[in-house]
């Protein structure tokens, strides 16, 4: 069975840039969570769906992110514009409807000159 | 956001060593989970923890849920090189569901040859 997929893996872009992620849950999978690790640090959720509707955005800057999980499957986080803190990894996870493991993707390394 | 306290923030032993870590909040957790990440990759679950005072073991790993539930512990071992990684303890506010992680900032292990 295929684990989250995400891409693309690398992204180098320059500020006020836009810049979008793409993230494919595990099939069957309900919840979709978007979370960002800066370095050495632990991932932090930005936000958090159930089938297509967001439950938790409550982390997300909603200033230049914004995410959409239009038919409850796949999903795409967007940054627009990027600022050079924004340099970080963008990890995907998703896990059952009702509770259970949630499994990561491999992330996507946004890097913002 | 919050992340739990985790320590040593690295670790640099030789193979066949055992090692321990521990992660403490402020605040109480009902379960407490183990990850693993790998350089280029996202957090793999290693141990969950669901009951205060709970000892889990899986493998080589063992973990513990304090009895405060503030705190838990991780200990590998007879160390052998794929454990290097850097290592995050997570806490979940509920027993269920798909509510967010609370991540660690995470140990860094490095075996030295």
């Known amino acids: 069975e295929a684990g989250v997929v995400q891409s693309p893996r690398y992204k180098i872009i320059e500020k006020k840039q836009p810049v979008a992620f793409w993230c494919n849950p595990i099939?069957?999978?309900?919840?979709l969570y978007w979370y960002l690790q800066n370095l050495g640090q632990g991932p932090e959720l930005l936000i958090r769906?159930?089938?297509?509707?967001?439950?938790?955005d409550s982390q997300l800057p909603k200033d230049r992110f914004s995410a959409e999980r239009l038919k409850g499957v796949d999903s795409t986080l967007k940054i627009q514009p990027a600022e050079l803190g924004d340099s970080a990894v963008y990890l995907c996870?998703?896990?059952?409807?009702?509770?259970?493991?949630?499994?990561f993707g491999p992330g996507t390394r946004l890097t913002v000159l | 956001g919050q992340q739990l306290n985790q320590s040593p923030q690295s670790m640099f032993i030789q193979e066949g060593e055992d090692v321990s870590m521990n992660c403490t909040s402020s605040s109480i957790f009902n379960t407490w989970l183990w990850y693993k990440q790998d350089p280029g990759e996202g957090p793999v679950l290693l141990i969950a923890?669901?009951?205060?005072?709970e000892l889990t073991s899986n493998g080589r790993l063992t973990a513990q849920f304090g009895i405060t539930r503030k705190d838990s512990f991780l200990n590998i071992s007879a160390s052998i090189p794929s454990d290097v990684g850097i290592y995050f303890c997570?806490?979940?506010?509920?027993?269920?569901?798909?509510?967010?992680?609370?991540f660690g900032t995470g140990t860094r292990l490095t075996i030295i040859p």
């Open positions: 996870a998703s896990s059952q409807q009702g509770g259970g493991e949630q499994f």
């Open positions: 099939s069957g999978h309900n919840t």
């Open positions: 769906y159930e089938n297509e509707e967001a439950v938790d």
């Open positions: 923890l669901y009951k205060a005072g």
């Open positions: 997570a806490g979940q506010k509920s027993n269920f569901g798909n509510e967010k992680l609370t």
